[in-house]
């Protein structure tokens, strides 16, 4: 039997775009996030509560069919206690490996995705063997919690790394290879409980201070390197046994590819979808989650997606741009935030870019990104 009520863990401006593609679905979802003002209590019942509190965490698993996620750091005690009593899609195992940026590496090359050299930085004695096995050119991350771009430093010597360590607290870490990349590509995927599975075209991402900016769909890549990358999100979803939407994000470096990140749910990257492609990401994740048939995800048109941060244009002005949409997150605009995203589409590829020169030159005024991120950049 299909599901037709979801319980969505995290009411962001994810849980926002599932939730609004679950309506038409006829799916109710709950969100479960701990803001008053997450951006998701506009697209269903939310429940505000802390995510330690065990009696809120039973009321929402009484009141859903099954259990979802937009937000993938929820403390893992909340989450098994969770799954005790409802259905959690994707499952646990696609949140373990892809939690911890190390155990992630690993995965990705136990399931035949090439990734770059790295090692595990714990203490200060593992520095010396990270930069033997990596080399000095290189980018020390944080293993959890990093996003955007924080919690991470590109160095280029022993001296520079053991001061990003430094800076970062001697967190536990990951020291990997600085891939001197061409193009940044992702491909977003969704897979049914069935183990069918629908991929999207992949896309060209381009990130500022380590925050997206923009994806461009398709890519500019040669058909070759367009199937070996969604052979290796098939790969990915398959060998998770994930249940749901996930993207894999990759470097493109003297036309291979190299695994950078897998997102175990709906992403950024794939925000097109809503305007550019027959089925969203976000109503193939609904459907996956909610046991239905998955949904074409063919392109009518070129598209494109740019996202804003910290800072919001005139409505009219994104408007007035021929293929332009507007989603508006409902935040309030903050350096570093995303609030919202502009999509664009067009007929043909020259159309794009001219659309989409228009939708950059508004969003590159109002873009205010955070003064404290410290991105890793192609150095
Ligand atoms: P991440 O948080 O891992 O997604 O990194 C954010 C962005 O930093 C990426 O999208 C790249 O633009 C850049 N970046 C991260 N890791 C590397 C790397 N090993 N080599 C080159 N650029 C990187």
């Known amino acids: 039997m299909s599901a037709t009520k979801i319980g969505v863990l995290g009411g962001g401006q994810l849980g926002q775009m599932l939730g609004l593609a679950a309506i038409p679905l006829g799916i109710e979802c709950v969100?479960?996030?701990?803001?008053?003002?997450?951006?998701?209590?506009?697209?269903?019942r939310h429940i505000s509560a802390a995510w330690s509190d065990r009696e809120a965490l039973a009321e929402f698993a009484a009141s859903v069919e099954r259990i979802t996620f937009e937000f993938e750091n929820v403390p893992a005690?909340?989450?098994?206690?969770?799954?005790?009593?409802?259905?959690?899609?994707?499952?646990?195992?696609?949140?373990e490996l892809t939690s911890d940026r190390i155990r992630e590496k690993e995965f990705l090359r136990s399931a035949g995705v090439p990734v770059q050299p790295f090692a595990a930085v714990t203490v200060r004695s593992e520095l010396e063997l990270a930069l033997a096995t990596v080399g000095t050119h290189g980018v020390l991350k944080t293993r959890t919690l990093g996003y955007d771009g924080k919690g991470q430093r590109v160095v280029h010597s022993a001296d520079e790394l053991a001061r990003a360590w430094d800076s970062l607290d001697h967190a536990p870490c990951i020291y990997e290879a600085f891939v001197p990349f061409d193009r940044e590509v992702s491909v977003v995927a969704t897979r049914g409980a069935d183990g069918e599975i629908a991929a999207y075209p992949v896309v060209e991402n381009l990130h500022t201070q380590g925050?997206?900016?923009r994806s461009i769909a398709p890519a500019r890549v040669s058909d070759e390197l367009a199937r070996a990358a969604e052979g290796h999100a098939r790969r990915v979803l398959e060998a998770l046994g994930h249940v749901g939407t996930?993207?894999?994000?990759?470097?493109?470096?003297?036309?291979?590819?190299?695994?950078?990140?897998?997102?175990?749910?709906?992403?950024?990257?794939?925000?097109?979808?809503?305007?550019?492609?027959?089925?969203?990401?976000?109503?193939?994740?609904?459907?996956?989650?909610?046991?239905?048939?998955?949904?074409?995800?063919?392109?009518?048109?070129?598209?494109?997606?740019?996202?804003?941060?910290?800072?919001?244009?005139?409505?009219?002005?994104?408007?007035?741009?021929?293929?332009?949409?507007?989603?508006?997150?409902?935040?309030?605009?903050r350096p570093g935030r995303k609030v919202a995203h502009i999509g664009v589409v067009a007929p043909t590829r020259a159309e794009l870019d001219e659309r989409l020169a228009r939708v950059e030159g508004v969003a590159r005024r109002v873009n205010r990104l955070s003064l404290h991120a410290e991105p890793a950049r192609h150095a």
Do not use: C
């Not at 941060?309 to 507007?326: D, F």
């Open 31 to 44: 969100f479960y996030d701990p803001a008053p003002d997450a951006p998701a209590r506009v697209a269903g």
């Open 77 to 95: 005690a909340s989450l098994a206690f969770l799954a005790e009593r409802k259905p959690v899609y994707p499952g646990v195992r696609s949140l």
């Open 211 to 213: 925050i997206l900016f």
């Open 246 to 333: 996930l993207a894999l994000e990759m470097f493109v470096a003297d036309g291979t590819l190299v695994a950078n990140e897998v997102a175990p749910r709906v992403h950024n990257s794939g925000h097109w979808t809503i305007h550019g492609a027959r089925t969203s990401q976000f109503e193939n994740h609904m459907r996956a989650v909610a046991g239905l048939p998955l949904g074409d995800t063919g392109m009518a048109e070129f598209a494109a997606m740019v996202n804003l941060v910290g800072g919001l244009p005139a409505r009219e002005e994104v408007l007035a741009i021929p293929g332009a949409s507007l989603q508006l997150y409902g935040k309030s605009p």
